[in-house]
């Protein structure tokens, strides 16, 4: 109800002024988490509105396509399976959680070799941790699973941990770090690309502030 008295009966065409609205009205208890998924799900929906509104894709209202196409990875547990099916890359998920120590840890490792061996040697292949390991751990992951060469490894730490990423760039700078799944906001992606330690960052729309902050996003990136 409390974003409804901004919305109805609004003009949709004032989608800033809007967001605005709902950011600023949800400060007390929001930034973050699900009164920020909240805004982006009114967001899309207003970009959505328009798009209709005005017989266009969002794309078109947002500055127009740029390329023709758009390469796309598949997630899974089993990457020959998108390999097969003409994805770009694939993405696969930490096997073993990190409360099994360090038989977990050579236990991903391991994974990942079995991986690379079933995909061949140039086909893109990334990692998605979840935010389960530290700066110590994510190192010797980096290190051992170097010569598989991976595209990327995703959330290898907390979220908020900036200064672990940063310090991990510094001591693994051959590894494409990514992060941003849980992070709101332009505010947040900010931290994130200050010191350049990030390579990818993964806003998610649903979460971050939807449409309106991707595209702010997008141009601090």
């Known amino acids: ?8 009966g ?12 709902m950011y ?5 208890y929001g930034r973050k988490g699900m009164a920020l998924l909240a805004i982006s799900v009114a967001d899309l929906a207003l970009w959505d509105l328009l798009g209709q509104l005005r ?20 997630t899974g547990p089993d990457p020959a399976v998108y390999q097969k099916r003409g994805f770009f890359g694939a993405k696969v998920p930490f096997p073993h959680g990190m409360a099994e120590g360090r038989k977990g840890l050579h236990g991903n490792i391991e994974a ?4 690379r ?44 941990d900036w200064d672990g990423y940063r310090q991990l760039k510094a001591a693994a700078p051959w590894v494409r770090w990514v992060t941003g799944e849980h992070e709101y906001t332009r505010w947040g992606f900010r931290e994130l690309v200050r010191e350049r330690t990030i390579d990818i960052i993964q806003p998610d729309l649903m979460w971050t502030g939807g449409f309106s902050e991707g595209l702010r996003i997008a141009s601090l990136a």
């Open 112 to 115: 990942m070799a079995r991986h």
């Open 1 to 8: 109800q409390g974003l409804a008295s901004f919305l109805i």
């Open 55 to 74: 017989g266009e894709p969002v794309y078109r209202l947002a500055g127009g396509a740029t390329r023709d196409k758009i390469k796309v990875y598949g």
């Open 117 to 160: 061996d079933a995909v061949g040697k140039d086909y893109p292949l990334m990692v998605d941790c979840y935010m389960s390991l530290d700066v110590p751990s994510a190192l010797e992951f980096a290190r051992a699973a170097e010569p598989l060469g991976l595209y990327w490894i995703e959330e290898a730490l907390h979220p908020d």
């Open 24 to 28: 600023r009205a949800t400060l007390a």
């Open 10 to 21: 609004a003009d949709v065409r004032d989608i800033a002024r809007l967001w605005d609205q």
